[in-house]
Each structure stands twice: as C-alpha cells, then as structure tokens.
C-alpha cells in the first residue's frame, strides 16, 4: 500500500505560482505512474499531469508550457510547479499513483486562483 501526502496549496493571485508536493511512502522509482488530478466543483476529476518511472510525462493542453512536474527520488517525493495561474485553475489537486497495478490517491490540496 502507498500513502501519499499532499502540501502546498493555497490562495494566489492570477498570474501567480503554487509549488505542490506529493510524499510518498514508497520508493517512487518502484512507482509504475505518478500524476496530479483536479477536481473544481460540479465537474469531473480530471488528469493534469503525470511521470512514469522512466520520466515520461503528460501534460493536459490547459496547462501546457504554465505546469511542470518534477521528481526527488532521494526524498520519495513528486513536485507540480504551476506558474501563471488562472482562476479556472481553481479546484482540488490529488496526488495519484500506480504501484503494482493498483491507483492511490492523496487526500488533496486546495488551490483558489483570485482574479
């Protein structure tokens, strides 16, 4: 089983930054697929960005060139760098992880984007 613990999120001004954290309880090498979710209120939990184990990402189209997720293996811990926020980036982030065929999730991190 994997916990992941989620920081870094709060109240930031359009055109501001956010740096999130995701702790993992395990090795995140021996983690198949990390990822960052979102979910704004009335809509669906959707993927922003994701990092295999072999440094592969993904970055949804909304948040090309503005996001960029990163990896501290010596610390188990993922990071989502959001620059040039905007309010409709606005909603609930969950860390997300695949280990041995089987997703985890955080307990998510609020982040409002004021215009």
């Known amino acids: 089983q994997v916990q992941l613990v989620e920081s870094g999120g709060g109240l930031v001004q359009a055109g501001g930054s956010l740096r999130l954290s995701c702790a993992a309880s395990?090795?995140?090498?021996?983690?198949?697929?990390m990822g960052w979710y979102r979910q704004a209120p009335g809509r669906q939990r959707e993927l922003v960005v994701s990092?295999?184990?072999?440094?592969?990402?993904y970055y949804a189209d909304s948040v090309k060139g503005r996001f960029t997720i990163s990896r501290d293996s010596a610390k188990n811990t993922n990071y989502l760098q959001m620059n040039s926020l905007k309010p409709e980036d606005t909603a609930v982030y969950y860390c997300?992880?695949?280990?041995?065929?089987?997703?985890?999730w955080g307990q998510g991190t609020q982040v409002t984007v004021s215009s």
């Open positions: 997300n992880a695949r280990y041995l065929h089987t997703y985890y």
């Open positions: 395990e090795s995140i090498s021996s983690i198949d697929v």
């Open positions: 990092i295999t184990s072999s440094g592969n990402t």
